[in-house]
């Protein structure tokens, strides 16, 4: 397959327990090429069965002990706006999968503000946007991840971006509310598109036959407004690993197994 940044690879596994096997040995591979040399990493995450199931199978390799966390920075692609020790909350499932499991300085943990903070909805969105700006780039005000992490829903939304709603189409802002979202918890925060495609490389991972066709029209170019998924890019990769039910609606000549 072409080396081109700007096709979308297909990584296919057997079972969602393959696919986490598989995309944490890629990632750990990855953040260790990253780091090698002292660079710091910036990693987007995020929630959901698969999220979960990727973080831990990161923390059970022993190739997590190579890694030296102190250059490695969490963020989220997406936060529920629930106290902070909901279990609706993604930043306290990837704490239980991985971040508590690894030496990683609480200074490089990027949090959304929860509801119980004393933050509102709008003040939780601005402050997870001002700190993304005390890491920005000579291009944007946010970091480049290296890897942004991203979960496909069976209606072909990624973070909190749902299809036909105005949050898709936001360019001017890094993060921002979700209010009445069409999956609960009603109230989130969410980083934007741009955001996301400033992203060297962006992994979506997914799961199961009822997102064979959310997939689908994401490969096939479907309109980012409608199937979210499909505007997802990385400047250098972007990949969607996704187990055999999730991938029978796509073509052979799109998957490649080499990655």
């Known amino acids: 397959m072409s080396e081109s ?3 979308k690879r297909v990584v296919v596994e057997a079972t969602p327990t393959a696919l986490a096997l598989r995309v944490a040995d890629r990632f750990l591979t990855r953040v260790r090429a990253r780091t090698r040399n002292g660079r710091l990493a ?5 929630g959901g069965s698969m999220g979960g199931a990727v973080l831990r199978a990161v923390a059970d390799n022993p190739r ?3 890694i030296d966390w102190s250059l490695v920075h969490f963020w989220w692609g997406d936060e529920r706006f629930v106290p902070r020790d909901d279990s609706d909350r993604n930043a306290l499932q990837s704490r239980h999968a991985l971040l508590d499991r690894i030496d990683v300085p609480a200074e490089n943990v990027h949090e959304v503000a929860a509801s119980d903070s004393g933050l509102s909805l709008d003040e939780a969105a601005a402050a997870y946007a001002a ?3 005390r890491f920005g780039t000579d291009e ?3 970091p480049s991840f290296a890897v942004c992490f991203l979960g496909v829903g069976p209606d072909g939304h990624i973070a909190s971006l749902f299809p036909d709603r105005d949050e898709v189409t936001v360019t001017d802002a890094a993060a921002l509310p979700v209010r009445d979202s069409p999956k609960p918890p009603p109230e989130r925060v ?3 598109r741009p955001v996301i495609n400033s992203s060297k490389r962006v992994w979506l991972v997914l799961t199961g036959a009822d997102k064979a066709s959310a997939l689908g029209l994401a490969l096939a170019g479907a309109s980012y407004t409608s199937v979210p ?3 997802a890019k990385g400047r250098k990769r972007t990949v969607y690993f996704v187990d055999e039910a999730a991938a029978s609606e796509v ?3 799109l998957i490649d197994q080499a990655y």
Do not use: Q
Not at 42 to 46: C, E, G, K
């Open 5 to 7: 940044s700007a096709e």
């Open 42 to 46: 910036h990693i987007a995450l995020t």
């Open 64 to 66: 997590a002990s190579e």
């Open 131 to 133: 700190e993304l700006a």
């Open 140 to 142: 944007h005000p946010w």
């Open 190 to 192: 969410t980083l934007t």
């Open 229 to 231: 998924a499909a505007g």
């Open 251 to 253: 073509s052979p000549d």
